[in-house]
């Protein structure tokens, strides 16, 4: 399973690339505003930092304009991954990208058929928000597993890539399910990586050597 960084924080990026642990990064327009920079110029920088797709999100919600929108983006570098929403129009525009061979990654999807046809545009990943499900009190990861299914079923190639991750348990999950990938945010990379028991173990390894000398 690959793993995205779900950030537009560079410093946050450097310091997990540094551990060897991405595989590419996914923005929106919330993580882009919070840095206070321009999407090209957080773009630009993450691209230099992680060798692996990086997702930049247009804001265009009409089809021409979410194209031209795109294609500028994918200017940017190689690794530009063109994000749209899951409308209609983000539809087209995903098929008309697609077809220019620019990668695109169908996001805000919350339902299995929304992903079945999001595949058959030709997305190159489909992003179901599985947190922001659970908020409602549905099942995030079940989605996951319909994707899944129906995925299989057909052999669709579309990369399935949950986003909205909230918890250490959304990633185990989410690889015992087979998802492709999954984007998470910096605070869950640290508690993926920190197990109380490693803390005590390593203090009680360096106490012992310590008293030792
Ligand atoms: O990048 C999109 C997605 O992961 C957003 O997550 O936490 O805002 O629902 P969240």
Redesign the pocket.
Known sequence: MKFFI?TADTDAIRRFAAMGLLDGV???P??IAKTGRSREEVIVEVCDLVDGPVSAEVVAVERQAMVDEGLALAEIHPNVTVKVPLIPDGLAACREMTASNVKVNV?LCFSPVQALLAAKAGATFI?P?I??LDDLGQDGLELVADIREIYDNYGLETELLV????STAHVRYAAKLGADVV?V?PKIMDQLIHHPLTDTGLKQFLADHEAQQ
């Open positions: 779900d996914t923005t929106n919330s993580l996001t992003s928000f947190g922001r986003a909205s991750i909230r984007t945010p």
